[in-house]
Nanobody, 119 residues
């Protein structure tokens, strides 16, 4: 089992910046990929960014150039730095972890943190 706790969401003005954090606990040794997804009202959940245990990153097309994902292995935490925020970035941001143990893959989700971009 893996537990994910997000933090860092809130209300920010357009053009501002925010850093979201996702702290993992539990069977963290089994995690091979972590990422951030977001879901805006009335829309499907979409990939924001992901990072593998080896440090390889991947970004959703809509956020390339403004989002930066990183990880602190000592703290078992993944971050996403969001710059030049736009109103369309308003969404609930979810942390995701993919695990593999004993040949079985699992997927875990956090409860989400709300980001609201508004003046």
């Amino acid at each position: 089992q893996v537990q994910l706790v997000e933090s860092g969401g809130g209300l920010v003005q357009p053009g501002g910046s925010l850093r979201l954090s996702c702290a993992a606990s539990g069977s963290i040794f089994s995690i091979y990929n972590m990422g951030w997804y977001r879901q805006a009202p009335g829309k499907q959940r979409e990939l924001v960014a992901s990072i593998t245990s080896g440090g390889r990153t991947n970004y959703g097309d809509s956020v390339k150039g403004r989002f930066n994902i990183s990880r602190d292995n000592a703290k078992n935490t993944v971050y996403v730095q969001i710059d030049s925020l736009k109103p369309e970035d308003t969404a609930v941001y979810y942390c995701n972890a993919d695990t593999l143990a004993a040949g079985m893959g699992m997927e875990y989700w956090g409860k989400g943190t709300l980001v609201t971009v508004s003046s």
